[in-house]
């Protein structure tokens, strides 16, 4: 029995796709995520401190490749109270933060026009990256309990997103993005960033 399932017993390890296999192949379902999810480690708030590179973890979500597509570098963690949760790479080859304010609202909008979901808007997204910047923080770290066991998340200052985090490795953890009113959750992945 895993760490995961020892904290809470109602939460059941599903045999089946490890995460290893999952990025492999390139695709989970959202059960086999969230059976990923549910038995790997937690997390405490002080692991997520420092720069990290962002992936996807495709599960036939909406916005699975939206973040690839408008050139997501990953979350910068300064500290449990300075997050910076969007970080983008401009034309100029910069890592950029983004005010999340500013882009996150559009989200519903994905299942509505798919053509959001483009390499042509991604790009038109980079070009408008200055627009979209800000340096001041814009979440926040915090212990919450998510499926039965307490584990880091990202908290947005100013929406109704929380950012679930469970360990793979030492430098590597498997995210869900909770938001307010999404059907299935969105997972991601998030790496050390070695720069």
């Known amino acids: 029995m ?6 809470n017993p109602s939460v059941q390890a599903v045999p089946g796709l490890s995460f290893t296999a999952a990025k ?6 959202g059960g086999e995520a969230l059976a990923i999810f549910d038995a790997l480690e937690p997390v405490a708030p002080d692991f997520m401190i420092g720069a990290w590179k962002g992936e996807g973890f495709e599960t036939g979500h909406p916005l699975d490749g939206v973040l690839e597509r408008c050139h997501w570098h990953g979350k910068r963690f300064e500290s449990e109270e300075h997050v910076h949760p969007l970080v983008f790479r401009k034309v ?3 890592l950029t933060s983004v005010k999340p304010l500013l882009t996150m609202p559009g989200l519903g909008l994905l299942d509505q ?3 959001l979901n483009s390499a042509f808007v991604g790009k038109v997204f980079q070009w408008i990256l200055p627009l979209l910047s800000g340096r001041k923080s814009a979440a926040r770290l915090r212990t919450t309990t998510y499926r039965g066991v307490a584990t880091a998340t990202m908290m947005y200052d100013n929406l109704p997103i929380n ?8 430098n590597t953890v498997l995210g ?3 938001l307010k009113g999404m059907k299935q959750p969105f997972f991601f992945v998030l790496r050390r960033d070695g720069n």
Not at 2 to 7: C, E, I, P, V
Not at 24 to 29: D, N
């Open 113 to 115: 026009m798919p053509f």
């Open 24 to 29: 492999a192949q390139g695709q989970a379902t």
């Open 92 to 94: 100029s080859g910069k």
């Open 163 to 170: 950012d679930v985090f469970r360990k793979v490795d030492d």
């Open 2 to 7: 895993n760490r995961a399932t020892q904290a």
């Open 176 to 178: 869900i993005m909770d």
